[in-house]
């Protein structure tokens, strides 16, 4: 529940961006960069904090108390500032301070489940998922005003950070390690490890990129169909589409636990590829057949998240598991940007069409070296359950 109410912050102005650019009179290229921000401030993070050690150095309540009011505060200082000059600070400092959210928040619940990780952390990437939809949910019972939209997920995330202040740490958390930098990367170069994040990053190529500018891709669905009040049912819409992945990320966990983690992410990337596919395909079809491959899209595009970070929790010294699942957020969020700043860039020039094929490059390479990875040795140790 923390991390469900500290992310709202994430898309929040993500949800308004529309209304963010008429207030500031912002152009469409710095629209896109206040959308990328909050990205780029979560690598910077993370980094950090993967260096520090900071996840397995710092109680878990701390930082995320710590992050959550820090989001918050940037978040509702976009109410008092007079234009966007200082909003890509301030969507920057959300992010940063929301790497001291989730990968802490991933680490508190590995140090409370052995058995069953796997749905365990799919409910925390759940919950991640539910508060990054929360904002379009806010929009679209809200209408089009984006200062409810911020002053909400700013309480949101402030009640957040209080809740996760009263859980102890859990039992199986190992006592504060030694400050070393070089483990952030020590605990992700090993074979196996190495193409679980290489999955990881073909999983993260999409998701964010897709959960970012959803919402604008369907207003434009409904506004060539001639709907009316677009932004409201395109911010429903994506609540749907993006929230529905809390229910994926609870499958995928339970698949992970009893079929393995590489046959549970291959299975995922295969469908969220083949459902990019499809609504390339289908971008001249009817609002609702879109909204409808859509959801399936949303539920599968994150039900494999989870698990990847299951596995490294599973195969990092147990004094720095915090730290390797820091650095694997980092290096995932730092492809996240990328994908998310090519959308404005190229969709002049290729359309939806285009960005949809695009996207499903990453999730079907990923699905390809989780498959090579589930034949080699190293798959019974690393994968979890049955190979």
Do not use: K
């Amino acid at each position: 529940m923390a991390v469900v109410l500290c992310m709202a912050p994430w898309f929040s102005a993500a949800a308004v961006l529309p209304q963010l650019r008429a207030e500031w009179n912002l152009s469409p290229q710095a629209g896109s960069w206040l959308a990328l921000a909050v990205q780029l401030g979560f690598v910077v993070g993370a980094v950090g904090s993967a260096l520090l050690n900071l996840a397995d150095r710092v109680p878990s309540r701390v930082l995320i108390l710590v992050g959550a009011l820090v989001a918050a505060g940037a978040n509702a200082a976009l109410l008092v500032i007079e234009d966007g000059s200082l909003a890509f600070v301030l969507r920057g400092t959300v992010g940063a301070a929301l790497a001291l959210v989730y990968p802490p928040a991933l680490r508190a619940m590995s140090a409370y489940f052995t058995t069953g990780r796997g749905v365990a952390l799919g409910v925390m990437v759940g919950a991640l998922t539910l508060g990054s939809a929360s904002p379009h949910l806010v929009n679209g019972l809200g209408g089009a005003q984006w200062r409810t939209v911020i002053a909400v997920t700013s309480i949101l995330a402030v009640l957040g950070g209080v809740l996760a202040s009263r859980v102890g740490p859990g039992p199986h958390r190992s006592p504060a390690p030694p400050f070393r930098p070089a483990q952030a990367w020590q605990a992700l170069s090993a074979r196996g490890p190495a193409l679980a994040t290489l999955g990881y990053l073909g999983h993260m190529w999409e998701l964010y990129a897709m959960w970012t500018w959803f919402a604008l891709y369907y207003a434009g669905v409904l506004r060539a169909a001639g709907g009316t009040d677009v932004t409201q049912a395109a911010a429903l819409a994506t609540f749907a589409v993006v929230g529905i992945g809390a229910l994926g990320c609870v499958l995928g966990g339970v698949l992970g636990d009893r079929w393995g983690r590489t046959r549970v992410t291959e299975l995922s990337m295969w469908l969220s590829g083949a459902s990019a596919v499809a609504l390339a395909l289908l971008v001249s079809a009817p609002p609702g057949v879109i909204l409808a491959v859509s959801v399936f899209w949303g539920f599968w595009i994150i039900a494999d998240s989870a698990q990847f970070s299951t596995i490294v929790s599973e195969v990092a010294d147990p004094a720095y598991v915090g730290t390797a699942m820091t650095a694997q957020l980092a290096l995932g969020f730092t492809l996240t940007a990328v994908s998310i700043a090519l959308v404005p860039a190229l969709e002049p020039r290729i359309g939806w069409q285009g960005i949809f094929l695009l996207w499903s490059v990453g999730p079907l390479l990923g699905a390809m070296t989780m498959r090579v990875l589930r034949g080699m040795p190293e798959a019974a140790r690393i994968a979890g359950g049955r190979r």
